[in-house]
């Protein structure tokens, strides 16, 4: 099992238990509109080109609101459960683990750190903690790239102890920030606020995140 099909596994059965009316770190979204962009995303090439354009915006929120409305709930996790449709790009072999294995993590955590109480953070498998590591070796520039300090990424283990660093942005202020390579992913992608990260700055080093809009 690829870590896109095991994280596709665990989302839609959040899905199911939450229904589509619950809350998500995904700003106005609830859980139904979240199931409904990972559909539109994989299977309608056009519409998914709003999720970046803003002239097709008003398109993509149309299809989404359509795979809502067209089947009940649990046909519509049903079909996000079985994977990208016949003709979609994401079926040819290896696409579907490099696109969807980290868009898959994050919106799962979207899902469990939204409710109330959070869900906490996962035990992942080392693979997975890998996985999020090379990501953030190819990406970290550029999600990063609105911190206007020195930034290093600490990669910690499951226990604790300190591993690799990395030096994404040289500085006079260097802002560190300490965890599980999974939690710096969601810290990088905006979900800073619900990450398990600890930040190590001075006053400037800071403000920079804050300016930033990474909230720690």
């Given amino acids: 099992m690829t870590i896109a099909s095991e994280e596709r596994s665990l989302i839609c059965d959040l899905f199911d238990q939450l229904g589509p009316d619950q809350p998500t770190l995904c700003e106005g979204w609830t859980t139904g509109d979240l199931a409904a962009h990972l559909i539109v995303r994989e299977n309608d090439p056009i519409a998914a080109g709003g999720i970046v354009l803003k002239p097709l915006a008003a398109h993509t929120e149309r299809r989404m609101t359509e795979v809502l409305a067209a089947e009940p709930w649990t046909q519509v996790v049903e079909r996000l459960r079985r994977g990208p449709g016949q003709w979609s790009p994401f079926r040819v072999p290896g696409v579907d683990e490099g696109a969807n294995a980290m868009e898959f993590f994050i919106h799962c955590e979207d899902v469990r750190r939204a409710q109330t109480p959070p869900l906490p953070p996962r035990e992942l498998p080392e693979e997975v903690e890998e996985f999020c590591w090379k990501r953030l070796k190819l990406l970290a520039r550029a999600i990063f ?58 006053e400037e080093g800071q403000s920079a995140l804050e300016a930033a809009a990474i909230s720690l």
């Fill in 145 to 202: 790239r609105k911190v206007d300090a020195g930034l290093v990424l600490e990669r910690v283990g499951a226990d604790g102890t300190p591993g690799e660093s990395l030096r994404v942005r040289p500085g006079t202020h260097t802002v560190t920030l300490q965890g599980r390579a999974s939690e710096l992913l969601l810290a990088g992608y905006g979900r800073g606020a619900h990450a398990d990260v600890t930040v190590i700055a001075d």
